[in-house]
């Protein structure tokens, strides 16, 4: 019944577009910017579950969600007509709705949600089996629908804490770090991949524990992870004094406390961080105390964690959906003596932004509507459909209740340099103040207005937010805005965010975010035939292909050179280009020389003026110590963020790889263990299902089997299982063999027998060869790199390669840089692997599998 919908509708729509056609017209709206046009028509325009594609250009896309909105707006007084709302979205020139909300408004073949970020959490501080379970099922059925989920994990009893079950005493927080972070890689199968915040209070006994989880190779690979750091931590390792950790955390009559040493905590947060660029930092006294819904915590509306990028702290079950304004379009005669930035049409757009995200609070609405309903006309049993049903019902109560919206910018780099001033300087901090003022101000005063209309949302009370500190600076600010929101109250619980934005700012051409420039010149490269006439061959790789260089702009960059009188087609060499850069607004304001200290000062001052956080990083150099980490973290603390990241370039790539640090994986067995552990990974190559086993010794792959999944031959597990053991056995007449064996549902033990004997032999002998390098401690980047170079003449075997390859990169530690390796997008040589994909650091080209 479903499909027939689906192609029912496909047939309502007018016209749909070969991807060709709608690539090469993608590509002249965004003006030869390749990047730009595929990111739009893979992400974002329109299409059904065949593949068919229904929008040619973002001009399309950005109608379609105008209309949705129009349609909205009706129901309420004063409506804005769809022309207006289309005026502000086109080109991506003013506002821009964020993910989500880009592909989901006004799409009829997709149900999900509109919500770009969840958080969600039990009721009180309950650690039983049952709602850790509920909460992992929970997460699941979250990122199935696209959503970034955040939980928090205070409320399991530290590691050796006694429980009334067979087992005695808890095993703490780790393990459950495990089954999450499993959980998130499962949902990001066939392309599709799951975010995961995972966060623990700096009081739990067992956070040095999970400040440590993430340093060894392989583990909690599925998450971010962030300690929440109270104030009475911070000041205890500013003075050099012991910290009390208690379990329950916020009990006044714990059940276990012990006292630990502060410095000596901070130490390894700062030196994991520095190593490895996680765990983040989370001011959570700082987060709560500033909070606006906070202030209705009794009703359900108390903090308990973030969004995977930590632009949003939430209450369990609430939800936001994200949208940017573009700063740089504010900028008139940008890049000149007469530049200046419009705050009249600002201060009006913001307005209407605000008043756009309350209305896509509605459209969510509807689509909420529209999963409960499928849910529940799901020929599933009641009981196994109960879990998600009330997720969502809880959802939908919150979204209802509160009406929380997540209104940010990107651009912020590009306004600065527009307007003259160079990112990190004292005149450049002063005026993004005044803009995240002015947002603040003008977003609050449309939300009084919105309730005017529309009504407050269901539980405001101006006497509970009289004495929250963001709501003062707004009174203090302008005292008509408050006295109207006293007398009128406010249409949403909390409006601001600042995001990262970085698909959005592929597609509005400009930097991301509150971010500075990444780079405003770089190199690309074009593969080119030497022997064909007039090639210019710059560089041959590693294969033995060649590659022509040449130059690329940032986008602004060449709005610079073209107000300046600069032809940016010219050829220029290395010594012209680099007195290019130190002549503009550009020159040391690239994210890698910025101040570090005024880029968390720059953080703290404009979250004044930000209700929900702010979602940025600070990138360091490699040779960076541990100790400026620690100066830049306390700095932010004392500068008012609610977060902080940091990012010492390669530093992913020093990961341990064992639970001791004396002991490393060159000290891997050649002899093989009798069992190891092992990992299940499934996957597809050329539309059939495909299965590896990989044997695991201390959590680094030994040993791997592949092939396809065959009902007849015994292959096909349980979708539930993804690990076991392997152990190595002889048969009846002295030959080995590898056997797989897993707990079923019930306890049980069964066995594979066999597996070097299931699949092809072909497959078996290139595995032996594979499985030996393994043994030997070769990095698993360049066992992937040598695999990849394999020149085999079967087409089997080739697929069987692949598959070899792809289940092999997940356990590329995230920031490995792959050498030899050029982005086929920009030609840049800053290519990392993360979760197992290639990342180019320049252009955020993206390539799995």
């Keep these: 019944m479903e499909v027939m919908e689906k192609k029912r509708q496909a047939k309502e729509m007018k016209e749909t577009f070969d991807p060709k056609e709608a690539f090469e017209a993608s590509f002249k709206y965004f003006k030869g910017d390749e990047l730009a046009a595929r990111v739009w028509l893979n992400k974002y325009a329109l299409k059904d579950s065949f593949g068919n594609i229904y929008e040619k250009t973002p001009d399309d896309m950005h109608r379609r969600i105008a209309k949705e909105i129009a349609r909205v707006e009706k129901q309420y007084p004063n409506p804005m007509t769809e022309k207006e709302i289309f005026s502000v979205l086109k080109d991506f020139k003013y506002i821009v709705p964020q993910g989500s909300p880009m592909s989901g408004i006004g799409n009829k073949f997709q149900i999900a949600s509109l919500s770009n970020c969840f958080v969600i959490g039990n009721d009180g501080d309950s650690d039983s089996y049952g709602g850790i379970m509920k909460i992992d099922q929970e997460q699941v059925q979250l990122m199935k629908r696209r959503g970034g989920v955040g939980h928090d994990l205070s409320h399991i009893r530290p590691k050796g804490s006694p429980v009334k079950n067979s087992a005695l005493t808890s095993t703490g927080i780790v393990p459950f770090m495990e089954r999450y972070s499993n959980s998130t890689r499962e949902v990001a199968q066939d392309g599709r991949r799951g975010a995961l915040m995972l966060s623990v209070s700096i009081k739990h006994p067992d956070s040095e524990e999970f400040i440590d989880a993430k340093m060894e190779q392989g583990k909690v690979t599925g998450a971010n992870v962030s300690v929440k750091i109270h104030d009475e931590f911070m000041q205890a390792v500013v003075d050099g004094n012991k910290f009390t950790q208690q379990y329950p955390i916020y009990s006044k009559q714990p059940t276990y406390t012990k006292d630990i040493d502060a410095n000596k905590l901070w130490s390894k947060i700062v030196h994991n961080a520095w190593k490895s660029a996680e765990p983040g930092i989370l001011f959570w006294d700082t987060i709560t105390r500033e909070s606006v819904p906070d202030c209705y915590a009794d009703l359900g509306y108390k903090t308990v964690s973030t969004n995977p990028c930590g632009e949003i702290p939430l209450c369990p079950y609430d939800s936001c959906r994200l949208l940017a304004i573009n700063l740089y379009s504010y900028v008139e005669n940008p890049f000149t003596n007469k530049a200046k930035f419009n705050f009249d049409l600002f201060k009006k757009h913001v307005a209407l932004a605000q008043r756009m995200m309350d209305d896509i609070i509605d459209l969510e609405l509807e689509k909420i509507d529209a999963i409960i309903e499928k849910i529940i006309s799901d020929p599933e049993d009641a009981e196994i459909k109960r879990v998600e049903q009330k997720l969502w019902e809880n959802i939908q109560t919150k979204a209802k209740e509160g009406r929380r919206t997540g209104v940010g910018i990107t651009a912020e780099g590009d306004m600065l340099a527009a307007l003259g001033m160079r990112y990190g300087t004292d005149e450049a901090i002063d005026f993004s103040i005044d803009v995240h003022k002015t947002i603040a101000i003008e977003a609050y005063r449309s939300s009084v207005y919105l309730a005017k209309d529309r009504g407050a949302f269901t539980i405001f009370d101006a006497n509970r937010e009289i004495k929250n500190p963001f709501i003062l600076r707004l009174k203090e600010a302008d005292e008509n805005l408050y006295s109207e929101m006293v007398k009128y109250g406010r249409r949403n619980i909390a409006c601001l965010t600042i995001a990262p934005t970085g698909t959005t700012s592929l597609m509005t051409q400009t930097t991301s975010g509150i971010e500075p420039v990444f780079l405003p010149v770089y190199k690309r490269r074009r593969k080119v035939n030497p022997n064909d006439k007039n090639v210019r061959v710059d560089f041959v790789d590693e294969v033995g292909d060649s590659w022509e260089e040449f130059v690329v702009f940032h986008h602004k960059f060449v709005t610079w050179m073209e107000a300046n009188g600069i032809n940016a087609a010219q050829h220029f060499s290395d010594e012209e280009i680099e007195a290019l850069v130190e002549k503009s607004p550009y020159y040391k304001a690239t994210s890698n020389d910025v101040d570090w200290l005024q880029k968390v000062r720059m953080q703290g001052k404009v979250q004044k003026w930000v209700d929900h956080s702010i979602s940025v990083t600070v990138n360091l150099p490699n040779d960076v110590s541990e100790s400026l980490v620690g100066e830049l973290y306390i700095e932010a ?105 897993f707990c079923n549902k019930r306890g049980f033990k069964t066995t594979f027998e066999g597996l070097s004997y299931k699949f092809d032999k072909e497959f078996w002998n290139y595995a032996k060869l594979i499985s030996g390098v393994l043994r030997h401690g070769m990095p698993i980047e360049q066992v992937v790199n040598l695999v990849a170079g394999l020149q085999l003449d079967s087409e089997n075997i080739n697929t069987w390669k692949n598959g070899v390859e792809r289940a092999l990169k997940k356990y590329i530690p995230n920031g490995t840089k792959a050498k030899g390796m050029v982005c086929t997008s920009c030609g840049s040589e800053h290519i990392i692997y993360q979760e197992g994909c290639l990342i180019c650091q320049s252009c955020g080209t993206s390539k799995c599998g």
């Design 637 to 741: 603390w004392k500068s008012g963020c609610k977060g902080c990241t940091v990012y010492r370039d390669g530093s992913r790539s020093g990961v341990l790889i064992a639970n001791d640090s004396k002991e490393e994986m060159k000290d891997i067995p050649e002899k093989r263990p009798v069992e190891l552990e092992a990992d299940v990974v499934r996957f597809q190559n050329n539309k059939e299902k495909w299965i590896a086993f990989i044997g695991l010794y201390k959590g680094q792959p030994y040993e791997i089997f592949t092939g396809i999944q065959d009902d007849e031959e015994g292959i096909l597990l349980p979708k539930s299982v993804n690990k076991g053991v392997i152990i190595k056995r002889k048969d009846e007449e002295g030959n080995t063999r590898y056997d797989f064996q």
